[in-house]
């Protein structure tokens, strides 16, 4: 069994309350991500970003509201927070 599976196994086993928390936690992370991509300029680069950072963040709420199928609101949520802290990462050490 790949890790991934072993993740999705667990996540399945709480769902609900993963999902509350996974909501709160993307929205906080996704909101901080925004922060650090605006406080480096207005550019078209930084709109750019912005618009996959707050896309993923509404795609994966959207999912969690909508109910939709355990392993799209996993893989949403993996998106999100691997994309969005790939963007902290790159705006806090590289473009700042």
Same mark, same amino acid.
Request: aromatic content about 14%; charged content about 5%; some cysteine.
């Given at each position: 069994?790949?890790?991934?599976?072993?993740?999705? #196994?667990?996540?399945?086993?709480?769902?609900?309350?993963?999902? %509350?928390?996974? $909501?709160?936690?993307?929205? /906080?992370?996704?909101?901080? #991500? #925004?922060?650090?991509?605006?406080?480096?300029? %207005?550019?078209?680069? *930084? &709109?750019?970003?912005? =618009? &996959? %950072? $707050?896309?993923? /963040?509404? #795609?994966?709420?959207?999912?969690?509201?909508? *109910? *939709? @199928?355990? @392993?799209? $609101? =996993?893989?949403?949520?993996?998106?999100? $927070?691997?994309?969005?802290?790939?963007?902290? +990462?790159?705006? %806090?050490? &590289? +473009?700042?």
């Amino acid at each position: 069994m790949s890790t991934y599976q072993k993740y999705l #196994a667990g996540y399945a086993r709480g769902y609900i309350g993963f999902n %509350t928390i996974a $909501v709160l936690f993307q929205s /906080c992370w996704g909101s901080i #991500a #925004a922060m650090v991509i605006l406080q480096n300029g %207005t550019s078209l680069p *930084q &709109f750019i970003q912005l =618009f &996959f %950072t $707050v896309i993923l /963040c509404m #795609a994966f709420n959207a999912a969690v509201l909508s *109910q *939709q @199928k355990l @392993k799209i $609101v =996993f893989n949403l949520l993996i998106a999100s $927070v691997g994309i969005n802290g790939l963007f902290l +990462i790159l705006n %806090t050490l &590289f +473009i700042g």
